[in-house]
């Protein structure tokens, strides 16, 4: 039972008792008694109170609660300090990788490759004529782009392939050797190779010279031995 029926309730029984207090006092006045007693009149103006309360708040509760009712809800905003920002997902960036594609080693016969790369990337360099897997590293997740330095000791053709989900890139790249150590190389393969040689060409001029020698020996003899026997004869 809600507050409009009990207003009512009560309106109806105020004024169910004040029509009994009204027809009991107009007999009384037909009897001759014109005389209203103190307590009625307090009991008539309490029953008039209670009926004119309980119609009027149950007409007013009613009111106010169909006026409730047919009224739309209004959406309050909360009141926001800052606009939150659109994020886009890693998978969603283009992928970026990029480096020198053409390389020399350094004199110490390795080269150092510095490879720039989307976050979040794995990245392999294999050989492109053998497929061989020489190098390979994960960049650490996040935007943006991560640059890693790789080395590589050994020339020829390569291929740098990066993946990062359903995407990938390949890139060719050409690792050359050093010029200056290969000219280093090829004079001291030289000079080496030479040594040889020339041992042999100085054992070879002795030979010839003991052998003149010996051979002018042989001569200076026979002349010797052909003085004497002649003067002996």
């Known amino acids: 039972m809600n507050l409009v029926n009990t207003l009512l309730i009560v309106a109806a029984v105020a004024l169910i008792l004040f029509i009994i207090k009204f ?15 103190r307590g009625s009149v307090v009991i008539n103006w309490i029953l008039a109170i209670a009926f004119i309360v309980g119609i009027g ?6 009111f106010t609660t169909s006026t ?3 009224e739309k809800p209004r959406v309050v905003k909360k009141p926001s300090a800052s606009k939150p920002t659109k994020t886009t997902a890693p998978e969603q960036t283009p992928l970026k990788l990029s480096f020198r594609n053409d390389v020399t080693m350094d004199s110490d016969g390795s080269v150092h490759l510095k490879i720039t790369v989307s976050a979040g990337a ?6 492109r004529n053998t497929g061989e897997k020489y190098a ?8 943006g782009t991560v640059t890693k330095v790789v080395n590589l000791d050994t020339s020829g053709p390569y291929k740098v392939i990066a993946r990062r ?3 990938k890139i ?14 280093d190389v090829s004079t001291s393969s030289s000079i080496s190779s030479s040594q040889p040689v020339s041992s042999s060409s100085s054992s070879q001029s002795t030979t010839v010279t003991s052998n003149r020698n010996s051979q002018t020996t042989a001569a200076n003899q026979t002349a010797r031995s052909n003085a004497t026997n002649t003067a002996n004869q």
């Not at 708040?57 to 009613?62: I, M, N, R, T, V």
């Open 57 to 62: 708040g149950a007409g007013y509760l009613h």
């Open 170 to 183: 390949s890139k060719n790249l050409i690792v050359r050797d050093n010029t200056a150590t290969t000219a």
């Open 68 to 70: 409730n009712v047919s």
């Open 165 to 167: 989900g359903s995407k």
């Open 23 to 37: 027809l009991r006092q107009i007999a009384k006045i037909k009897r001759g008694n014109e005389i209203v007693s």
């Open 136 to 143: 390979s590293f994960t960049a650490p997740a996040g935007s």
């Open 122 to 127: 794995k990245v392999t360099i294999e050989g």
